[in-house]
């Protein structure tokens, strides 16, 4: 059971606009900011999304991050088939522990 | 070029012992802050400990409290996790990363080196 919740999957279709929420709790997302990060199969994860909203340099600005209270969203612009990939959110807590989403299996139809 | 990479994971029966190593270039390694982040077969990230620039803070996750211990050689430029008291449930691929600021936004992440606690 991670400490943030994401929903296990997402889906759409190329060209659609995707969400995917995070929910945390006054201790990690509501007291500290939010990252996401991008995982390709088979690969090391990728920071897509830092400080709730900003991008690395090369991070297309069809992803966009935000947050609000003790939630995040992670949205995904003008979906592509290359997008298709695990999501995790990720915040600090205050108990002084990094935490993690559970992650989100995005498939792109 | 930022690069991490990881070695020192392989075949270890429970209650053994490992130390990872995870050797740094491109970058002032002794300016930021570095983590270890783990994934089991299958499953999520999660992470693991991290350690500031000068090795006078660390933090762990409850699952691995005295029994790893993370490090940080910063005239080699390497970060170690020594881990003792190995269990099945350790088994996984285990990641460095660099912390871009300091508030675990993981910017630069190495290939991992792989794990298995079994006998």
């Known amino acids: 059971q991670s400490v943030l919740t994401q929903p296990p999957s997402a889906s759409g279709t190329p060209g659609q606009r995707v969400t995917i929420s995070c929910s945390g709790s006054s201790s990690n997302i509501g007291s500290n900011t939010v990252n996401w990060y991008q995982q390709l199969s088979g690969t090391a994860p990728k920071l897509l999304i830092y400080?709730?909203?900003q991008r690395p340099s090369g991070v297309p600005d069809r992803f966009s991050g935000s947050k609000s209270g003790t939630s995040a969203s992670l949205a995904i612009s003008g979906l592509q088939s290359e997008d298709e990939a695990d999501y995790y959110c990720a915040a600090w807590d205050d108990s002084l522990n990094g935490v993690f989403g559970g992650g989100t299996k995005l498939t792109v139809l | 070029e930022v690069q991490l990479v990881e070695s020192g994971g392989g075949l270890v029966q429970p209650g053994g012992s490992l130390r990872l190593s995870c050797e740094a270039s491109g970058f002032t390694f002794s300016s930021y802050w570095m983590s270890w982040v783990r994934q089991a077969p299958g499953k999520g990230l999660e992470w693991v400990a991290n350690?500031?620039?000068?090795?006078?803070?660390?933090y762990y996750v409850d699952s691995v409290k005295g029994r790893f211990t993370i490090s940080r050689d910063n005239a080699k430029n390497s970060l170690y996790l020594q881990m003792n008291s190995l269990r099945a449930e350790d088994t996984a691929v285990y990641f460095c990363?660099?912390?871009?600021?300091?508030?675990?936004?993981?910017?630069?992440w190495g290939q991992g080196t792989l794990v298995t606690v079994s006998s």
């Open positions: 990363a660099r912390d871009v600021s300091g508030s675990y936004s993981l910017d630069y």
């Open positions: 350690i500031k620039q000068e090795g006078s803070e660390k």
């Open positions: 400080s709730n909203n």
